[in-house]
């Protein structure tokens, strides 16, 4: 306390001592794909990374960082030039290498179409990890990375561990990833048991972090029926499907170079989460939402159609009369009740990532009552702040999430064993994904006459 040497008011500040919760980011993805290192075309800001800093994650805050760091006008102009060389170039091994080297070029382009979809639609933060062999397909074991060391980061998936602020992965170029690429006329087709591998791994990533969703799309050039097939023999009853999610079909766009072509809607569909998360909140289904720098669709749905997809927890992207192109599904893979629905499964690592990490000073203080209480304090209102913006149902907070951690769940072989227990129990609310209206013709009375 500060000593008064004269007549006056003095005022001390104390601590409260209460402890709040505070909501983590629920819209951050990160991307992986093929990068490739060119020596920049004309002036720009940051220099290109190196091989060693494009393999590990890197984060990037607007579509310029991202073109600058890692040479995506270098690569279209390489693109362009490796077209011209195409159509003047003559048949044999000069042609079959000239071909090589532009589709090699336009893979790396699918990764920027996937970051620029993301800031297009609203996304604000991105990470992205690079392969940097664009020409050679990628291992399961490739996706997952090295062991990291003082001058050798982590890299793949295992890089992403040390990210916790990522909440959904993509890998745009992943169909790429299951073949070298070809200077053949017709290159081979994607590998589809080598691309459900790489899913694989990707799916085990977020569902050993618990904070974070794969957004993945089914094989190019796929009719509904080939989507079906694909999907058939993937498990519906694990706890990754929960973390899971499939969209259908690919998106025709304009070209970040301005040259048309089709792709993986992931980095689109990641902007669109993060737009529906800073509008509504990360309990909003991510849906009935446009899609924007986009041409078209490739296949057209119809009710039927989608019904069948959507039954298989495929996500389809629909055009409507006067409404343009939406996304029109908010499944995840799951077929348990709990966690059938997308928002619902984003909501809950939100909440539960967040009281993690506003809990760490609970942390070797002493483990009485006192600390329950304080605890139970600061769940509860943070929980009561999210009932408050509609994440959980109910008329009351009572109704909507329980807290305990008292002496009934922390009794004295758990304090022994140096353990808190708090049970919560939320719940969460649920899209009206099918509305459905009665109408009831009734009989209108005559008129009466006098």
């Given at each position: 306390m500060t000593t008064a040497k004269a007549p006056g008011v003095y005022i001390t500040e104390r601590p409260s001592g209460v402890r709040t919760i505070t909501g983590v980011s629920t819209s951050v993805p990160a991307f992986l794909g093929y990068t490739k290192r060119l020596t920049p075309s004309g002036e720009q800001t940051l220099p290109p990374f190196t091989d060693a800093e494009r393999q590990a994650p890197q984060r990037m805050d607007s579509w310029r960082e991202f073109t600058e760091r890692y040479n995506i006008t270098a690569v279209a102009a390489e693109l362009v030039q490796k077209k011209a060389e195409l159509a003047t170039a003559e048949e044999g091994e000069a042609r079959k290498k000239t071909r090589l080297g532009m589709r090699v070029a336009e893979r790396c382009m699918i990764l920027a179409e996937a970051v620029y979809g993301f800031f297009?639609?609203?996304?604000?933060?991105?990470?992205?990890?690079?392969?940097?062999?664009?020409?050679?397909?990628?291992?399961?074991?490739?996706?997952?990375?090295?062991?990291?060391?003082?001058?050798?980061?982590?890299?793949?998936?295992?890089?992403?561990?040390?990210?916790?602020?990522?909440?959904m992965v993509a890998v745009p170029g992943l169909w790429d990833m299951t073949t070298d690429a070809s200077g053949e006329p017709n290159p081979p087709k994607p590998a589809v048991a080598q691309g459900k591998l790489l899913i694989g791994k990707v799916v085990k990533h977020c569902t050993d972090m618990r904070n974070?969703?794969?957004?993945?799309?089914?094989?190019p050039d796929q009719k509904?029926?080939?989507?079906?097939?694909?999907?058939?023999?993937q498990p519906t009853q694990r706890a990754d499907a929960a973390y899971t999610t499939y969209y259908y079909p690919w998106l025709h766009v304009p070209g970040v170079d301005g040259?048309?072509?089709?792709?993986?809607?992931?980095?689109?569909?990641?902007?669109?989460?993060?737009?529906?998360?800073?509008?509504?909140?990360?309990?909003?289904?991510?849906?009935?939402?446009?899609?924007?720098?986009?041409?078209?669709v490739p296949v057209l749905l119809t009710d039927?159609?989608?019904?069948?997809?959507?039954?298989?927890?495929?996500?389809?992207?629909?055009?409507?009369?006067?409404?343009?192109?939406?996304?029109?599904?908010?499944?995840?893979?799951?077929?348990?009740?709990?966690?059938?629905?997308?928002?619902?499964?984003?909501?809950?690592?939100?909440?539960?990532?967040?009281?993690?990490?506003?809990?760490?000073?609970?942390?070797?203080?002493?483990?009485d009552d006192r600390l329950w209480a304080s605890l139970r304090h600061s769940v509860t209102s943070f929980l009561t702040d999210q009932w408050r913006q509609g994440a959980l149902l109910g008329r009351t907070p009572e109704e909507a999430f329980y807290v305990i951690c008292d002496r009934t769940n922390n009794i004295a072989s758990t304090i022994d064993a140096g353990k808190v227990i708090c049970d919560i129990g939320v719940a969460p609310v649920r899209p009206a994904e099918f509305v459905h209206f009665q109408?009831?013709?009734?009989?209108?009375?005559?008129?009466?006459?006098?």
């Open positions: 297009a639609n609203g996304g604000s933060t991105c990470y992205v990890v690079g392969f940097i062999d664009p020409a050679k397909k990628v291992a399961p074991t490739g996706v997952d990375g090295l062991e990291g060391s003082a001058d050798r980061p982590l890299k793949g998936l295992d890089g992403l561990q040390t990210v916790p602020e990522v909440s974070r969703v794969g957004i993945f799309e089914p094989p509904p029926s080939g989507v079906e097939t694909f999907i058939s023999d040259v048309g072509r089709t792709v993986p809607p992931c980095g689109h569909i990641a902007g669109v989460w993060a737009r529906t998360d800073a509008e509504r909140g990360v309990f909003k289904a991510p849906a009935n939402q446009n899609l924007r720098g986009v041409l078209d039927l159609a989608q019904g069948r997809l959507n039954d298989k927890g495929i996500n389809c992207l629909r055009v409507f009369p006067g409404q343009g192109l939406l996304v029109w599904g908010a499944r995840t893979r799951s077929k348990e009740r709990d966690w059938v629905y997308l928002n619902v499964r984003r909501l809950v690592c939100f909440l539960a990532e967040s009281i993690r990490l506003s809990s760490t000073w609970a942390v070797f203080e002493p483990n109408i009831t013709q009734i009989a209108g009375e005559p008129a009466r006459t006098g």
